[in-house]
Nanobody, 115 residues
């Protein structure tokens, strides 16, 4: 089992920045991928960014060059640095991990960007 706890959400004006954190605990040694998804009201949950154990990272086109995913292995924490935020980035952001082919989700953290 893997437990994921997000933090760092909040409200910011357009053009601002936020950094989300996701602390993983439990059977973390088998995690081979971690990432972030988001869901806004009335929309399906969408993938935002992900990173795999080998270090490769990928981003949705909508956030490329604005968001950066990183990992601190010593702290078992994944970060999502979000810059140049736009109102359309407003959503609940969820941390996601894959371990032994099972998918795990955090509880979500709200990000609100005002124009």
């Amino acid at each position: 089992q893997v437990q994921l706890v997000e933090s760092g959400g909040g409200s910011v004006q357009a053009g601002g920045s936020l950094r989300l954190s996701c602390a993983a605990s439990g059977s973390i040694s088998f995690i081979n991928a971690m990432g972030w998804y988001r869901q806004s009201p009335g929309n399906q949950r969408e993938w935002v960014a992900s990173g795999v154990s080998g270090g490769a990272t990928n981003y949705a086109d909508s956030v490329k060059d604005r968001f950066t995913i990183s990992r601190d292995n010593a702290k078992n924490t994944v970060y999502l640095q979000m810059n140049s935020l736009k109102p359309e980035d407003t959503a609940v952001y969820y941390c996601h991990a894959v371990s032994r082919w099972r998918h795990y989700w955090g509880q979500g953290t709200q990000v609100t960007v005002s124009s």
